[in-house]
């Protein structure tokens, strides 16, 4: 499991989160973990590890059909799943697009979804995982390009690479890492 204990960072869309659990996530599937009545931040501080767990097979592998997309996919999709949700499946299907698959791009892993991407790794099973890596990398990137207080997930203070990025190319081969030098290029417009 990549994710942490409890945070509660006010730049963070998720809210306060444990173990990757947000309370968002709890208020959807309606788990008041402290039985006061509410669904808030002490709520989430109860998430244990072996509940995150149970919480991220069902709701964020098994609900959405990970299962159905070919094995070199399923880790850096269900990592992205839990990261960012159904667009992690809409990043996925935007990739396949532009490999010439026709398909909506609606976050939704359907017959079309699975076939293509099928097809796409009997053809460069690597080359496919590599390239969804990079896609969440970039859409990492788009995300702090639009939301200024969104980069420290990208760059960390002394100005390397973040954790986002760092979750991104951990999915990649390291011939695709982007080198110092080129992190330092694409964040220059952050100032």
């Known amino acids: 499991m990549r994710e942490g204990g409890f945070v509660n ?35 989430v501080r109860r998430v244990s590890k072996a509940r995150a767990v149970e919480i991220f097979l069902q709701h964020y592998f098994r609900r959405p059909g990970l299962g159905q997309l070919p094995a070199v996919l399923q880790a850096s999709v269900f990592d992205m799943y839990v990261n960012a949700g159904a667009n992690a499946v809409k990043i996925l299907q935007r990739l396949l697009r532009q490999m010439g698959h ?22 460069a099973p ?11 990398r970039n859409y990492y990137f788009r995300l702090a390009d639009r939301r200024p207080a969104a980069r420290k997930f990208a760059r960390t203070r002394s100005g390397d690479k973040g954790g986002w990025i760092k979750r991104a190319e951990s999915f990649i081969d390291t011939r695709y890492h982007l080198t110092d030098p080129e992190f330092q290029r694409r964040v220059a417009a952050w100032g």
């Open 102 to 123: 026709e398909l909506r791009v609606d976050g939704v892993i359907g017959p079309r979804t699975a076939a293509a991407a099928e097809a796409a790794a009997k053809v």
């Open 126 to 136: 690597h080359h496919l995982a590599d390239a969804y890596g990079i896609a969440r």
């Open 9 to 43: 960072d006010p730049d963070d869309p998720g809210g306060a989160t444990q173990h990757g659990v947000t309370v968002g996530t709890l208020r959807r599937l309606g788990l008041d973990l402290d039985g006061d009545g509410d669904v808030d931040a002490q709520d």
